[in-house]
């Protein structure tokens, strides 16, 4: 069964940082291309960014590039995301998503982020 | 950034069908599929349909989706009170290097 288990969040003041994991087991996690998503309270879904199978070639929305810093270690089977200069409008729920070629298919639960003073 | 535009509300009783359309341009929904995500309430997305108008193991066929041109669409036939959550179009986009968008959300109600 695939299972993404995210981590990590939490409140943090503006300007701090946060780092999310995601703990994936079920599946081949150097196999797959990986997301975070992003949503914000009573908001829509956000595509937040992106990372290939090794981890060579990485994708970041406008508003998070620069800030945002995606990573992942295969040997622990874990997806991260380093979040700095953190803003209110960051403020979300972050789920990560493993992707197919067509996009995501599984999803975790998400974890929240909370940036507030 | 949601570059895709659904209706922000669609509703129907038991028992009817429901359309929910999803709007984009030649650079995401013209040039690559198109993914639908039920995210019920208090919970993470789920996918739906998947490449147009595929669907996962587990997905009732009371689902379906379509694609023409730059415009795509998810249909509910037999609306049931558990069908009752917001639905989201997605699709790749290559006008911004290789991300991926997803719809504005539609808010399905079952009176």
């Known amino acids: 069964e695939v299972q993404l288990v995210e981590s990590g969040g939490g409140l943090v003041q503006p300007g701090g940082s946060l780092r999310l994991s995601c703990a994936a087991s079920?599946?081949?996690?150097?196999?797959?291309?990986m997301h975070w998503v992003r949503q914000a309270p009573g908001k829509g879904l956000v595509w937040v960014s992106r990372i290939n199978s090794d981890g060579s070639s990485t994708s970041y929305a406008d508003s998070v590039k620069g800030r945002f810093t995606i990573s992942r270690d295969n040997a622990k089977n874990t997806l991260y995301l380093q979040m700095n200069s953190l803003r209110a409008e960051d403020t979300a729920v972050y789920y990560c998503?493993?992707?197919?070629?067509?996009?995501?298919?599984?999803w975790g639960q998400g974890t929240l982020v909370t940036v507030s003073s | 950034q949601s570059v895709l535009t659904q209706p922000p509300s669609a509703s129907g009783t038991p028992g009817q069908r429901v359309t929910i359309s999803c709007s984009g341009s030649?650079?995401?929904?013209?040039?690559?599929?198109v993914n639908w995500y039920q995210q019920l309430p208090g919970t993470a997305p789920k996918l739906l349909i998947y490449?147009?108008?595929q669907r996962p193991s587990g997905v009732p066929d009371r689902f379906s989706g379509s694609k023409s041109g730059t415009s795509a669409s998810l249909a509910i036939s037999g609306l049931q009170s558990e069908d009752e959550a917001d639905y989201y179009c997605a699709a790749w986009d290559d006008s911004l290097n290789g991300l991926y968008v997803f719809g504005t959300g539609t808010k399905v109600t079952v009176l």
């Open positions: 490449s147009n108008n």
């Open positions: 030649s650079s995401n929904i013209g040039s690559n599929t």
């Open positions: 079920g599946f081949t996690f150097s196999s797959y291309w």
């Open positions: 998503a493993r992707v197919r070629r067509y996009g995501p298919d599984y």
